[in-house]
């Protein structure tokens, strides 16, 4: 996943991912494969209009001047990417695709415009997309979110439910992620069921997904935004709905619907007549119920459902004790005169920001008002310059009298553009397509290139992003896809396999912050120790995908470790060499190579510690030039600067990253190991395969190093290690 370029540059945690999937490129590029290892900017988005605002310098030029940071950076760790594909998403050559794909969408009927309940920060000045708001406030800012009525852009996602649910039993992605997204697209099968409003033709609809507890219904809610809300209210009632409706609308959908708020409502005066027993139910208004979700109106089941026996409490409405049966809920729909429905907690993406730095959304209006496609001919829209970029509530383009005159050119007197700029997580939602062909200037890519590169069969990142712009990127791709735009061989997901690291925390165990003072800067430590100990360290930490603290002291061992390997050469280049492979190497290379493909690299880095302590490479009066030579390839995906300075000083000159990945010969293994049971407090937790020749404290180290074993020891203190050869590894902790 391509970085947000923020002022503060890198810390340690960032190059986690990045040196996981260089290793990665690097030990497939020595099997053979070609390797598309890119890397970019998400330039776009509200940090860096922050940043501007902060310190008076334009985003344009503040977030060019962050990416030549980012950049050296990254390139002092030696991180192989292919720098020919940069790419920036706040480039005009980039956003004019950005833009592009807005028009595919609205042409395709996926864009549209409407006035709706939105999510408002007013620290940000700002509208949200449901995803960004945590909690009941801004991801970003974290202030309250309140609701307003505005006139919006939006993304129809919700086309797309099925499908983004159903496809990710397709992909190799961590099950919590998996878990994540379906929760929040949120498919439930129900019933909805009309109740008739007493003395009216009218009825009121709602869903259910427990017809089968019909008997039971003592009430029916309304949302407050519900149409018939007006209609329902006697002029007994009139004053408290109105004083109430009043209060739910400062309230977000998050706040109304907690399981921990107080449950609050309204009585409208009215009733419905239950559709099995012919019962009058009183029709109530409150805010737990959204507008937005099924039809907006539910049947209460006090004794089946919390939130209605909470309510029924704290109004004294009656509870109906049943016993109910779920295989009469088809029957009790259909006798009930209702239908089978499938609903989805997934709404809409709302991709419409009142900001000024952001992709401009390419569409002008008429004097009339009536909103039109910019033409395809006059992208990029490029977004002005003669800005106050300040904050207003309303997008700042709106000040711009060379926007305006533009529209007036293009278009005619009293056209204007659209003023409000896309959402950054659109810009971000397609970077990977333009990875394949980014020098393209006639197309966001080729099909041909596309076909050839996709789908991405690695992606790196933080679990952070399971829902926003994971599921924004599939869906952009899904949509793509059936515009004819991406060739359907490469299948309907864009990553084929995720992964995520975990966080590394600070020395203090808080997640590393400015405000803290907890921030690790890795120019500091490739400084005082070199960018190889640096990725080693990190690599060893503990499992990739676990969060861990920073220990500068730690990172003296990795350099410790680099240090024995360049003696080891330095110290034995001169020997006569016997070339007979020793058995310890071949199950160093199958133990390291397994470890890659699995993201096992502490593992991976504790194998090669342990070939190296066993010092079986070396004979009286010779040595095994051949075992050092495979262990120096093994080396390489993870320290390419020393690996590489090694094999020319072994008299070879070629480029590490060209020669073949060594091989292994399984017979030789099977003599040359052992399995060893790790038991935690005498438990059996964990099996590990040693070399037989292990030394006590490489076999103490592996054992403690394991994924599973990790996580017995997270945050307890070893009070006993003991080591019985070749059997077992006992842990006691307190």
């Given at each position: 996943?391509?970085?947000?370029?923020?002022a503060?540059g890198?810390h340690?945690?960032?190059?986690?991912?990045?040196?996981?999937?260089?290793?990665?490129?690097?030990?497939?590029?020595?099997?053979?494969?070609?390797?598309?290892h890119?890397m970019?900017?998400?330039?776009?988005?509200l940090?860096?209009?922050?940043?501007?605002i902060?310190?008076?310098?334009?985003?344009?030029v503040?977030?060019?001047?962050?990416?030549?940071?980012?950049?050296?950076?990254i390139?002092?760790l030696?991180?192989?990417?292919d720098?020919?594909?940069?790419?920036?998403?706040?480039?005009?050559?980039?956003?004019?695709?950005?833009?592009?794909m807005?028009?595919?969408?609205?042409?395709?009927?996926?864009?549209?415009?409407?006035?709706?309940?939105?999510?408002?920060?007013?620290?940000?000045?700002?509208?949200?997309a449901n995803?960004?708001?945590?909690?009941?406030?801004?991801?970003?800012?974290?202030?309250?979110?309140?609701?307003k009525?505005l006139?919006?852009?939006?993304?129809?996602t919700?086309?797309?439910?099925?499908?983004l649910?159903?496809?990710?039993?397709?992909?190799?992605?961590?099950?919590?992620i998996k878990?994540?997204?379906?929760?929040?697209?949120?498919?439930?099968?129900?019933?909805?069921?009309?109740?008739r409003?007493?003395?009216?033709?009218?009825g009121?609809?709602?869903?259910t997904?427990?017809?089968d507890?019909?008997y039971?219904v003592?009430y029916?809610?309304?949302?407050?935004?519900?149409?018939?809300?007006n209609?329902?209210?006697?002029s007994?009632?009139?004053k408290?709905?109105?004083d109430?409706?009043?209060?739910?609308?400062?309230?977000?959908?998050?706040?109304?619907?907690?399981l921990?708020?107080?449950?609050?409502g309204?009585?409208?005066?009215?009733?419905?007549?239950?559709?099995?027993?012919?019962?009058?139910?009183p029709?109530?208004i409150a805010?737990?119920?959204?507008?937005t979700?099924?039809?907006?109106?539910?049947?209460?089941?006090?004794?089946?459902?919390?939130?209605?026996?909470?309510?029924?409490?704290?109004y004294?409405?009656?509870?109906i004790?049943?016993?109910?049966?779920?295989?009469d809920?088809?029957a009790?729909t259909?006798?009930?005169?209702?239908?089978?429905?499938?609903?989805?907690?997934?709404?809409?993406?709302?991709i419409s920001?009142?900001?000024y730095?952001?992709?401009?959304i390419?569409?002008?209006y008429?004097?009339?008002?009536k909103p039109?496609?910019?033409?395809?001919?006059?992208?990029p829209l490029?977004?002005?310059?003669?800005?106050?970029?300040?904050?207003k509530?309303?997008s700042?383009?709106?000040?711009?009298?060379?926007?305006?005159?533009l529209?007036e050119?293009?278009?005619?007197?009293?056209?204007?553009f659209?003023?409000?700029?896309?959402?950054?997580?659109?810009?971000s939602?397609?970077y990977y397509?333009?990875?394949?062909?980014p020098?393209n200037d006639?197309?966001?890519?080729a099909p041909?290139?596309?076909?050839?590169?996709?789908?991405?069969?690695?992606?790196?990142?933080?679990?952070?992003?399971?829902v926003?712009?994971?599921?924004?990127?599939r869906?952009?791709?899904k949509?793509?896809?059936d515009?004819?735009?991406?060739?359907?061989?490469?299948?309907?997901?864009?990553f084929?396999a995720l992964?995520n690291?975990?966080m590394?925390?600070?020395?203090?165990?808080?997640?590393m912050?400015k405000?803290?003072?907890n921030?690790i800067?890795?120019?500091?430590?490739v400084?005082?120790?070199?960018?190889?100990t640096?990725?080693?360290?990190?690599?060893?930490m503990?499992?990739?995908?676990?969060?861990?603290?920073w220990?500068?002291?730690?990172?003296?061992?990795?350099s410790?470790?680099l240090?024995?390997?360049?003696?080891?050469?330095?110290?034995?280049?001169?020997?006569?060499?016997?070339n007979?492979?020793?058995?310890?190497?071949?199950?160093?290379?199958k133990k390291?190579s397994?470890?890659?493909?699995?993201f096992?690299?502490?593992?991976?880095?504790s194998?090669?510690?342990t070939?190296?302590n066993?010092?079986?490479?070396?004979?009286e009066?010779?040595?095994?030039?051949?075992?050092?030579?495979?262990?120096?390839?093994?080396?390489?995906?993870?320290?390419?600067?020393t690996t590489?300075d090694?094999?020319?000083?072994?008299?070879?000159?070629?480029?590490?990253?060209?020669?073949?990945?060594?091989?292994?010969?399984?017979?030789?293994?099977i003599?040359?190991?052992?399995?060893?049971?790790?038991?935690?407090?005498?438990?059996?937790?964990?099996?590990?395969?040693?070399?037989?020749?292990?030394?006590?404290?490489?076999?103490?180290?592996l054992?403690?190093?394991?994924?599973k074993i990790?996580?017995?020891?997270?945050?307890?203190?070893?009070v006993?290690?003991?080591?019985?050869?070749?059997?077992?590894?006992?842990i006691?902790?307190?």
């Open positions: 996943m391509f970085p947000y370029p923020s503060q890198l340690v945690g960032h190059p986690e991912g990045y040196t996981a999937t260089d290793i990665v490129s690097r030990y497939q590029r020595m099997h053979g494969m070609e390797v598309l890119p970019g900017w998400d330039a776009f988005g940090p860096a209009e922050n940043y501007a902060k310190t008076g310098v334009h985003p344009d503040s977030t060019h001047e962050n990416i030549k940071t980012f950049k050296r950076q390139q002092s030696g991180l192989s990417y720098w020919e594909r940069e790419i920036d998403t706040s480039s005009p050559e980039y956003y004019k695709w950005t833009q592009w807005f028009l595919q969408m609205y042409e395709h009927g996926l864009a549209y415009r409407k006035k709706a309940r939105v999510n408002w920060c007013n620290g940000c000045q700002t509208v949200l995803e960004q708001v945590v909690d009941g406030k801004c991801e970003r800012s974290q202030d309250p979110v309140i609701q009525d006139a919006q852009w939006f993304f129809k919700t086309n797309y439910a099925e499908q649910l159903n496809d990710l039993e397709t992909i190799d992605w961590p099950e919590p878990l994540m997204q379906k929760n929040w697209i949120g498919k439930s099968e129900g019933a909805e069921i009309e109740f409003i007493k003395n009216e033709e009218l009121i609809k709602v869903y997904t427990r017809p507890t019909l039971g003592t029916v809610v309304l949302a407050p935004e519900h149409s018939l809300v209609t329902l209210t006697t007994d009632n009139k408290l709905v109105e109430y409706l009043k209060i739910t609308g400062t309230k977000n959908d998050l706040e109304r619907t907690s921990n708020k107080e449950k609050t309204v009585f409208t005066g009215s009733y419905v007549v239950h559709p099995l027993t012919g019962k009058e139910i029709i109530w805010d737990y119920v959204l507008a979700y099924g039809t907006g109106a539910v049947m209460a089941v006090p004794a089946h459902d919390e939130r209605d026996k909470e309510f029924a409490a704290i004294h409405l009656p509870v004790d049943l016993p109910v049966n779920e295989a809920k088809w009790l259909e006798q009930a005169g209702g239908t089978r429905k499938t609903n989805y907690k997934l709404r809409d993406w709302l920001r009142q900001r730095w952001g992709a401009p390419p569409i002008v008429d004097p009339e008002g039109h496609p910019v033409k395809i001919e006059h992208l490029v977004l002005p310059t003669d800005v106050d970029y300040l904050p509530g309303t700042p383009i709106g000040t711009s009298a060379s926007y305006k005159a529209a050119k293009l278009y005619g007197t009293g056209w204007h659209e003023v409000d700029t896309m959402d950054t997580f659109v810009c939602s397609w397509l333009r990875y394949c062909d020098h006639k197309q966001f890519a041909e290139t596309l076909a050839h590169w996709l789908p991405v069969d690695l992606y790196v990142g933080g679990a952070e992003h399971a926003l712009h994971l599921l924004y990127a869906f952009f791709h949509a793509l896809q515009f004819g735009f991406i060739p359907t061989s490469v299948g309907r997901e864009p084929q992964r690291q975990g590394i925390l600070g020395e203090d165990n808080q997640k912050s405000s803290r003072g921030v800067n890795p120019d500091d430590i400084n005082q120790y070199g960018a190889d640096l990725r080693l360290y990190e690599m060893f503990g499992p990739f995908a676990d969060g861990k603290p220990n500068t002291k730690s990172i003296e061992g990795m410790r470790f240090n024995r390997v360049k003696k080891v050469i330095q110290d034995n280049k001169a020997l006569p060499t016997n007979e492979s020793s058995n310890l190497i071949h199950f160093t290379v390291v397994e470890d890659i493909v699995h096992h690299f502490n593992t991976a880095i194998t090669m510690m070939f190296l066993a010092k079986d490479f070396l004979g009066n010779n040595w095994d030039k051949s075992a050092i030579e495979k262990f120096i390839l093994l080396l390489h995906p993870f320290a390419p600067f590489q090694l094999w020319k000083e072994l008299g070879h000159d070629t480029e590490l990253d060209h020669e073949v990945w060594p091989s292994f010969d399984a017979n030789k293994i003599s040359d190991t052992v399995n060893l049971a790790i038991q935690v407090n005498g438990k059996l937790r964990d099996t590990i395969i040693v070399a037989t020749n292990s030394s006590e404290v490489d076999v103490k180290q054992a403690q190093n394991t994924d990790k996580k017995y020891l997270a945050g307890k203190q070893i006993k290690l003991i080591y019985v050869p070749n059997k077992l590894v006992s006691v902790v307190k």
